[in-house]
């Protein structure tokens, strides 16, 4: 598996994320750059400059028409995916953190941290109503008192979002009313990614308390387990086959003491049903932040504390193997 190596960016991977169909993958970072990529080749289409922070977060809506970013400058912005000109922009009193399309693409949500003495916030603007942009007045603001936010992504039909803090909770928000629809806490520690499954029924979470966990979209029902040794940075699903990928390592900070052999920045294979790992990827020199399936099910990518992304495309031997077991 040779990977295809990006180099787009000059400070670590926070996010990446692919289009629905798959042809193109975008990547943020602690730098204030926006890139997208052709994930079939690596060559990079295009940046979106308008940031003056690190970004956090990254979204495409369903049609790859818009895209979403939210970053440290305290701001979130709206961009044509074509051109690369800003549609909208809409300012916030603290970091932005998470950001996300509904089904649609019509309503977008981005959640805040809790920061300078501002609280935490999930707001909502509706895209068809440009003077919800232009007020900055989004049509709905759930506060966050308890616990920052630190993952979040819609549920199916855009219904509800689902909302993973800093204390290992897990939330389901209504995105009608913003009631609290179900509230579990499965996780010890913070929960550092959200990915649903490809038919949204599903969702998996990576957590710091060394493990990824699989749950029901609909009623927040535990699943499984996949356990590590070290904090679990982002994890995702197959769309093809039960298999999970998981990228992580230990605190960034701690990474300068250890070799890459024992800081453990590998890719790590799982079995959705039997809960065992098969298979490990190596390559990054740093941490995994981030990692997302192609739509296809053929490649997978993982993006770096390092600054690269890897685009890997699976051997031949990866789909004989799944169809024969």
Not at 111 to 137: A, H, W
Not at 227 to 237: D, G, I, K
Not at 269 to 295: C, D, Q, T
Request: net charge negative; aromatic share 12%.
């Amino acid at each position: 598996m040779k990977p295809i190596l990006l180099q787009g960016h000059e400070r670590s991977i926070t996010q990446i994320k692919y289009n629905r169909e798959g042809d193109l993958l975008f990547t943020v970072a602690k730098d204030p750059i926006v890139n997208v990529w052709y994930s079939v080749n690596g060559e990079r289409l295009g940046t979106y400059n308008g940031h003056t922070g690190a970004v956090w977060c990254v979204d495409a809506d369903w049609d790859t028409r818009h895209v979403l970013t939210g970053s440290a400058d305290n701001s979130c912005h709206l961009w044509d995916c074509e051109t690369g000109k800003q549609l909208a922009l809409v300012k916030t009193n603290s970091a932005v953190r998470t950001c996300g399309f509904d089904f649609g693409g019509n309503i977008i949500m981005f959640s805040t941290d809790k920061q300078m003495g501002y609280q935490c916030f999930v707001s909502f603007f509706d895209l068809r109503d440009p003077s919800q942009i232009e007020n900055n007045e989004p049509y709905m603001k759930i506060p966050c008192s308890d616990s920052k936010i630190t993952s979040a992504v819609w549920g199916p039909l855009g219904e509800f979002i689902i909302v993973g803090h800093e204390n290992g909770e897990l939330n389901q928000f209504s995105a009608k009313s913003g009631e609290v629809l179900v509230n579990v806490k499965e996780h010890t520690k913070q929960i550092n990614d959200i990915q649903t499954s490809r038919d949204m029924t599903m969702f998996i979470t990576a957590s710091k308390d060394n493990t990824a966990k699989l749950f029901d979209c609909a009623t927040l029902n535990h699943l499984k387990t996949f356990r590590t040794e070290r904090p679990v940075n982002s994890a995702a699903l197959s769309p093809i086959f039960d298999h999970v990928v998981l990228g992580g390592g230990q605190e960034a900070m701690d990474v300068t003491t250890t070799s890459t052999r024992i800081g453990k920045f590998e890719a790590r294979f799982f079995h959705l049903a039997i809960e065992e790992e098969f298979g490990r990827v190596k390559g990054h020199f740093g941490p995994i932040n981030s990692v997302a399936f192609h739509p296809d099910g053929k490649s997978y990518s993982s993006g770096g504390e390092d600054g690269y992304v890897r685009i890997h495309y699976f051997d031949p031997q990866y789909f004989e193997f799944e169809f024969e077991a």
